[in-house]
């Protein structure tokens, strides 16, 4: 086959333990999973029911590599969250069942360019001009559901040059992982290569040019990314 314009790059995720990639497919996000976040951002009735949005698949930066700081913001902010990778494509998933799709577990950053988000939901309108961006989606690398098992619990927690911003656990997500996959399962097919970020705990705030995050969750490896220049 011969196609019209440059073919885009595969985009991939390292897997721990092996000398595989897993490929990305679609990158979904939960809003509003975590309480004390909610309170912090003070914008929506606690109990509105977290939702999903979407990033662009390359979107994806890898850990040891550079996030160019976006333009247009002034108040670029990391969000630490569980990533869920999914193995096996299902619709309308039971809770019972959704695990059986689960193929393993990553560190993520959802990169939010905040001013844009506050903006977007002020007025009304969409927020991808906040939330889905370039290089918006730092992702470590996978361990296998075969190597650590099913995440339900554990210290989740990011720092900025050594110094400590969010520090939770997992068991504080409003929706647990079987949760998260039913529901995003009956509004969307879900297929192998589909990631999941789960929500952020309290603790946001603005990263600047030469920042060095690191995104840790109790039994993965960990996601560092340092900010580049002002792109
Ligand atoms: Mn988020």
Redesign the pocket.
């Known amino acids: 086959m011969h196609y019209a314009v440059q073919l885009p790059e595969v985009v991939v995720v390292p897997v721990d333990g092996s000398d595989t990639f897993f490929p990305v497919r679609r990158i979904y996000?939960?809003?509003r999973n975590y309480l004390e976040h909610i309170r912090e951002m003070k914008e929506s009735d606690e109990r509105d029911p977290p939702f999903f949005f979407q990033k662009p698949r390359d979107a994806i930066v890898l850990s040891g590599q550079t996030v160019p700081y976006p333009p247009q913001t002034e108040d670029f902010q990391f969000?630490v969250?569980l990533v869920i990778a999914i193995g096996k494509a299902g619709r309308s998933v039971s809770q019972e069942r959704a695990l059986d799709h689960v193929f393993g577990y990553a560190v993520g950053l959802?990169m939010?360019r905040r001013d844009r988000q506050r903006e977007s939901g002020k007025n009304g309108l969409p927020w991808e001009i906040g939330k889905s961006f370039d290089a918006s989606a730092p992702c470590g690398n996978l361990r296998t559901v075969a190597e650590v098992g099913h995440l339900q619990s554990g210290r989740i927690a990011v720092s900025v040059n050594g110094q400590s911003k969010q520090d939770s656990v997992i068991e504080k997500m409003i929706w647990n992982v079987p949760e998260i996959v039913s529901k995003l399962s009956h509004a969307y097919d879900l297929a192998e290569g589909d990631l999941i970020?789960t929500?952020?705990p309290a603790g946001v705030a603005p990263v600047f040019p030469g920042d060095v995050l690191r995104g840790t969750v109790q039994g993965l490896s960990n996601l560092e990314i340092t900010i580049g220049a002002r792109s």
């Open positions: 996000c939960v809003g969000e969250e959802d939010t970020y929500g952020t």
